[in-house]
């Protein structure tokens, strides 16, 4: 049987040196196939024979949301509609993916030129068999407000604030970490549909409460690590007190919980401040919903002065004055009427 084998390797080797580019491309296929199936079948048997334990999970993302540093960094806050939503960030699903095992988690490039990268993201669970995946593009351009000089942008637009953005073309650094954004919220999103909606609920819960209890001991001290962080984004103490409509003094543990949530919203580039301020208060609704509210409003307002003052009269064309030589000598022209007047002194 040895020998029939080694044969049948000896004259494949043999026609491989004979024909050496007809066949290592097909080889070189052939043999990533056979592993990639032989290592999806071994994380499935691994699934089988060590199948997790869903209360043990639960256990154990409970003490990591009961981790003051982790807590910090397990919650996002997104602006939809009229009141911002708190939920778990990428950290958290994270943390889900490796408690609970026996999952893959993967990002593919499927195309890709000069403009764009279309990318799919997914997540198979091989207990029960089942993967949910994303598609997305990624432009190679980013958004500046301002140009730097000798700097030619793409194209512009106006954002829902009614402001000028110009699209530039991306670096590679820029490009690569607006890649990997887009990739952590697509996994975040594919992670988080394996969870059981309970679990999560009871991770979110526990890691507001980890926030508000850090909060409540030493308020002064967290206020002070929340105004340097908000900081380090560019957002002003003076914003953070219009986010919440008091003085930073005034705030309630599960406030400054909800601040936290808003940092990691704003750092890892989700939302932008004005974005969550928006959400929060509701101010800049009506601009959000029509990008040319500001301009509308001022075209409006300079059509209702001008019907301030009721019709305006159409203008009578004047009479056209005669010529010098036509006034009469000892007359003179009216300026208001046009009529032929005698000069004082003349026998007229």
Request: overall charge positive; hydrophobic content about 35%.
């Amino acid at each position: 049987m040895s020998n029939v084998q080694d044969n049948g390797n000896t004259l494949a080797l043999r026609e491989q040196e004979q024909h050496p580019t007809s066949m290592q491309p097909a080889s070189a296929t052939a043999q990533a196939s056979a592993m990639a199936r032989s290592r999806v079948e071994a994380a499935y048997l691994v699934a089988m024979r060590r199948p997790r334990q869903i209360d043990d999970v639960r256990t154990m993302v409970l003490k990591e949301c009961q981790r003051k540093g982790f807590a910090q960094k397990a919650l996002y806050s997104l602006p939809i509609g009229g009141e911002p939503i708190i939920g778990p960030s990428i950290r958290l699903a994270e943390a889900f993916a490796r408690l609970m095992g026996n999952m893959e988690s993967k990002a593919i490039t499927l195309y890709e030129d000069d403009d764009k990268q279309l990318i799919e993201v997914a997540v198979t669970d091989f207990e029960s068999n089942t993967a949910y995946s994303e598609q997305f593009t990624v432009e190679k351009v980013i958004e500046r407000r301002r140009l730097k000089k000798n700097q030619k942008p793409v194209s512009s637009r106006l954002n829902s604030y009614g402001d000028r953005v110009y699209l530039v073309r991306a670096t590679e650094r820029d490009f690569t970490a607006k890649r990997r954004a887009e990739i952590s919220k697509a996994m975040r999103t594919c992670i988080l549909r394996h969870v059981p909606d309970d679990i999560k609920d009871e991770a979110i819960g526990q890691a507001r409460a980890t926030i508000a209890s850090g909060a409540a001991k030493d308020p002064d001290a967290y206020r002070r690590q929340l105004v340097d962080a908000f900081a380090d984004i560019g957002v002003r103490a003076a914003d953070l007190r219009d986010y919440l409509g008091h003085g930073l003094d005034g705030a309630s543990p599960h406030e400054l919980a909800e601040l936290r949530a808003v940092y990691q919203t704003v750092k890892a580039g989700e939302a932008n401040w004005r974005e969550c301020v928006s959400a929060k208060t509701g101010v800049l609704s009506d601009e959000e919903s029509d990008p040319h509210a500001v301009l509308k409003e001022t075209i409006r307002q300079k059509l209702a002065s001008q019907k301030k003052g009721g019709k305006r009269r159409r203008p009578q064309p004047k009479k056209a004055a005669p010529e010098k030589s036509e006034i009469p000598e000892g007359y003179e022209q009216d300026p208001a009427t046009g009529e032929l007047l005698a000069m004082p002194g003349s026998d007229g």
